[in-house]
């Protein structure tokens, strides 16, 4: 019980750092959620035990959040002391980089996967949904309009193009993420609000993925390759395919909406979808290789988990297959 205690407490002091930048009216306030944030999350990642990369994982995301939030602190002050001397825009050219930086955008990426690898799956999911709340509210506010368009096409193909040759199921999330992220921050440099549901439904998700992994033990492709079990092989389908957008699935909501938001610039939606579907393809390739090819030597070993998870993460992918109905509908 006392070894739990302390991740009880970074958590809660994740929770308020998020609160206070979402919810400070001062630009100071916002600079200092992201702190709390940073620190509170870096004892979260060592964990030399089970990882033997954690140390260097905590290493590089030290050094990364800490570049970024300099220059975020900078653009602050430009805004307040040296506005007279700059061109109004600079500040939000610099805020716009730097919180690219924390969130692990194109061309600032090469980080993200890298830390990712060294985390657990827990760990892993708080960077990919939670850790990315303060940077894309404070961006939803202060943003370079042209260069956060550059930005988010190339986080969406770069997302889409880097996750084809991966086969750990990690990395495969790193770079959907960062594909997703060129979607959001698309619907937020055309000022739009809607970006928050698009983030909550990419969050739930990951949750659900993230969840299976845990439950299955795995984290390699090949390794669900050598599950025996189609129902979960089903699971993991289901939820990729969500993930990857593909119709009737709860994932394909997000990209609808955004279709209504952006409708208005032809190329930078066409550019999207084209990303898209370079996401889809290694999702299908690696769910129809689940199902047709099956090793009998074991490499890894799974662990068998109890039927009540298995039907509660069956309940959830069951969401993500009718979610869209509903959503769509209060949508519409």
């Known amino acids: 019980m006392l070894i739990m205690i302390p991740s009880f407490i970074y958590i809660f002091f994740i929770f308020i750092g998020t609160w206070i930048s ?7 306030g916002m600079w200092l959620g992201l702190e709390f944030n940073l620190m509170a999350f870096l004892p979260m990642i060592i964990n030399l035990e089970n990882n033997k990369k954690s140390s260097e994982a905590a290493i590089k995301y030290f050094l990364i959040q800490a570049i970024a939030s300099l220059m975020v602190l900078m653009s602050f002050l430009i805004y307040f002391f040296l506005s007279n001397f700059f061109i109004f825009s600079l500040p939000n050219l610099i805020l716009t980089i730097s919180l690219s930086m924390k969130l692990g955008m194109a061309p600032f990426y090469l980080w993200f996967p890298e830390v990712m690898e060294g ?13 990315k709340i303060s940077p894309l509210v404070i961006l939803s506010l202060f943003f370079n309009f042209k260069l956060l368009i550059f930005l988010s096409l190339l986080s969406a193909l770069v997302g889409a ?5 991966q086969t750990s199921l990690r990395k495969i999330m790193t770079f959907s993420s960062i594909a997703h992220l060129g979607w959001m921050t698309s619907i937020i440099s055309f000022d739009s609000n809607l970006w928050l549901l698009y983030f909550m439904v990419y969050s739930f998700t990951s949750f659900i993925m993230v969840l299976a992994f845990i439950m ?21 389908f ?3 395919l969500s993930l990857g957008g593909i119709p009737p699935l709860l994932g394909f909501f997000p990209k609808l909406m955004a279709f209504s938001i952006l409708k208005s610039s032809i190329p930078i939606l066409m550019l999207l979808i084209t990303s898209s579907l370079i996401t889809l393809y290694f999702y299908m390739r690696i769910c129809f290789s689940t199902f047709t090819l099956y090793n009998q030597t074991k490499l ?9 998870k298995i039907t509660s993460l069956s309940i959830l992918s069951f969401m993500t297959l009718v979610g869209m109905i509903p959503m769509s509908v209060w949508f519409f």
């Open 119 to 131: 985390l657990n799956w827990i760990n892993a999911l708080i960077l990919l949904t939670w850790q």
């Open 22 to 28: 979402i919810s400070s009216v001062s630009m100071f």
């Open 300 to 308: 890894w070993n799974y662990k068998e988990i109890h039927k009540k």
């Open 161 to 165: 193009i880097m996750g084809l040759n």
């Open 238 to 240: 289901i939820n990729m």
């Open 216 to 236: 299955f033990n795995i984290n390699y492709f090949s390794q669900i390759a050598m599950m025996k079990s189609t129902k979960k092989k089903m699971i993991i």
